[in-house]
Each structure stands twice: as structure tokens, then as C-alpha cells.
């Protein structure tokens, strides 16, 4: 069964920094790109960013474009987001999010999220 | 970037009725669509993806369709289960865009 649990999420002080990880197991998680994506409280949901399986092809959404690094540890089995600089605005669900082996971009299977709260 | 915009935001509707939910991009994404679905607290659940292919273990009454630019998710026969929020997503270019959501509630 494919499982991704996300951790390292917390409150943070604006400007301040925090390192999310998700934890894969279940599938061969070097072979698949995988990805974060944010839902602010009451609200829809944003991609933040994706990371191939060697990643050597990596995207933003220009709102976390220069502040967040997403990275991976396929021997660990294990995706991350740096996210340095926060904001009010970056208060949100993140979820890890794994992509179909058929299409990039496209989600199969989802975490259960960890909160970041961006406040004074 | 591309638009994603669902219609309508929300819907009142009871166990057994039809209920379709619809999705259009700002451009062509030809069926680069997937559907899910999500309830309070819970991640995202994947019902449709290449916009009419029903992902293994969802219910046959949900379906899918469209291409290019205007797509549906339609319910056959609602179900208790079934009272969530869906949305919609384009995975032809980055970056990947969502739609706004449709609350489905009882009516």
C-alpha cells in the first residue's frame, strides 16, 4: 500500500524557516516524481512544486520561486521543501503528493498533510 | 498560466440524484484533466484522471468527460459518501492549476 506521511510542519514567525519532510514507503520511490502542493485554511488547492526521480527537473509556482527547495533522498525514501523567507500568505496544509507513472503531473496518491502556520 | 474555473462553487443536492459538476481551462489542455475529491481534514482523493479514466477502486458512478477545454465530472447517483468537496486539475503545462472547488452538500 502507498503511503506518504508528511512531518516537520509548525507555527514559524514571518521571515523565519522550516524544513517539511515526507516519508514514502509502499512503492520504488525512485521512480517517481513527486511533489507539494499547499491548501491555506478555507481555501482551494495550490501545486508548490515538483521533482523528478534523479532531479535534474525541478518546478515552482512563482509564489514560493526563490524562497522554498524542494529536494529528494531516493535512498531514503524521502522528499523534502525548504521553505525559508515565510509569509502570512504561506500558512497552509502541504501535502506530499506522488505523480501516475503514466503522466507527469497528475496525482495518484496523496499525505495526509502537515499545517505550517506563519504568525507572530 | 492556465485558469482552471469549476462551476458551480457549491450545490444542495439529496441521496439519488445526478449531479454534474463542470471545469473549463483559459486553453486547450486537450485530456490532461484529473478529478478529486476531498473531504473535511482528509487529503485528496483521485477519482478520474486523462479526463474520462476512472482510477482503480472509485465507484462506476462517477464518470468523466470532456476535452480541450470544457470537462465534467458527473454523478451518477449520489451517495451518502459522496457529500465533499471536488475539484479539478490540468497537468498539460506547468504550472499545474487547480480549479476552485465545488462543495457538494445535502440538500
Known amino acids: 500500500e502507498v503511503q506518504l506521511v508528511e512531518s516537520g510542519g509548525g507555527l514559524v514567525k514571518p521571515g523565519g524557516s522550516l524544513r517539511l519532510s515526507c516519508a514514502a514507503s509502499?512503492?520504488?520511490?525512485?521512480?517517481?516524481?513527486m511533489n507539494w502542493v499547499r491548501q491555506s485554511p478555507g481555501k482551494g488547492l495550490e501545486w508548490v512544486s515538483s521533482?523528478?526521480?534523479?532531479?535534474?527537473?525541478?518546478y515552482y509556482a512563482d509564489s514560493v520561486k526563490g524562497r522554498f527547495t524542494i529536494s529528494r533522498d531516493n535512498a531514503k525514501n524521502s522528499l523534502y521543501l525548504q521553505m525559508n523567507s515565510l509569509r502570512a500568505e504561506d500558512t497552509a496544509v502541504f501535502y506530499c503528493?506522488?505523480?501516475?507513472?503514466?503522466?507527469?503531473?497528475?496525482?495518484?496518491?496523496w499525505g495526509r498533510g502537515t499545517l505550517v502556520t506563519v504568525s507572530s | 498560466d492556465i485558469q482552471m474555473t469549476q462551476s458551480p462553487s457549491s450545490l444542495s443536492a439529496s441521496v439519488g440524484d445526478r449531479v454534474t459538476i463542470t471545469c473549463r481551462a483559459s486553453?486547450?489542455?486537450?485530456?490532461?484533466l484529473t478529478w478529486f475529491q476531498q473531504k473535511p481534514g482528509k487529503a485528496p482523493k483521485s477519482l478520474i484522471y486523462a479526463a474520462s479514466s476512472l482510477q482503480s477502486g472509485v465507484p462506476s458512478r462517477f464518470s468523466g468527460s470532456g476535452s480541450g477545454t470544457d470537462f465534467t465530472l458527473t454523478i451518477s447517483s449520489l451517495q451518502p459518501e459522496d457529500f465533499a468537496t471536488y475539484y479539478c486539475q490540468q497537468y498539460n503545462t506547468y504550472p499545474l492549476t487547480f480549479g476552485g472547488g465545488t462543495k457538494v452538500e445535502i440538500k
Open positions: 503528493a506522488r505523480d501516475s507513472k503514466y503522466s507527469s503531473g497528475e496525482f495518484d496518491s
Open positions: 509502499g512503492f520504488t520511490f525512485s521512480s517517481y516524481t
Open positions: 486553453q486547450d489542455i486537450s485530456n490532461y
Open positions: 521533482i523528478n526521480t534523479n532531479s535534474d527537473y525541478i
